[in-house]
């Protein structure tokens, strides 16, 4: 089976979890502090993960290091199973799956926003207002810094995208005049 199959069964069984008891997005928020920490320390990857240590020993380190994190009994267990079946080196996908999930659930839609510069406070909600307006649902974008775009913004929504860049109206403007120079 597929590593992403298996890592969508593990998110939809969470989902599920959080579904019941209402606590979708407390899942969401300890999925990613764990993830994070996760991440950083190698050396935590590398002692839980190493099939030469005994499974005790392995999940005697996750659990110190659960018990320092304050996580809800059903993140420790869940995360505990990842490590029984030998799935914890998945839990990015994981994640994502769960983001994607969750984001179904709620009726929300990502939104990955490029900008030349920053964007200020107010401009970051009167973009939200209007793309959540275009969707008819709530939008949470995911603002970053392209320097290569000039000026402007892109907008991408799933396989929708909305170029509104210097960089783009430039290659427009190019394409154009080769065409009349052609003719």
Known sequence: MQSSKIA????????????????LE??????????????????LRL??????????DRKRILEKVLAQSRFSKTMEHFLNLLLEKSRLDRVAEIRSHYEQLK??????TRAEVLTARPLKEEAQ???????EAFKSQKVKMDIREDKSLIGGIIVKI??????ASIKSQLRGWRESLKERVKV
């Open 26 to 43: 407390l899942y969401d928020r300890e999925l990613a502090e764990f993830l994070e920490a996760w991440q950083a320390y190698a050396e």
């Open 103 to 108: 984001d179904e659930i709620l009726n929300v």
């Open 158 to 163: 799933n396989d929708l995208v909305l170029d």
């Open 8 to 23: 969508k069964r593990y998110a939809k069984a969470l989902i599920g979890l959080g579904s019941e008891d209402g606590n």
């Open 47 to 56: 002692a839980v993960l190493n099939p030469v240590f005994p499974l005790g």
């Open 125 to 131: 909600l009167r973009l939200n207002r209007v793309l």
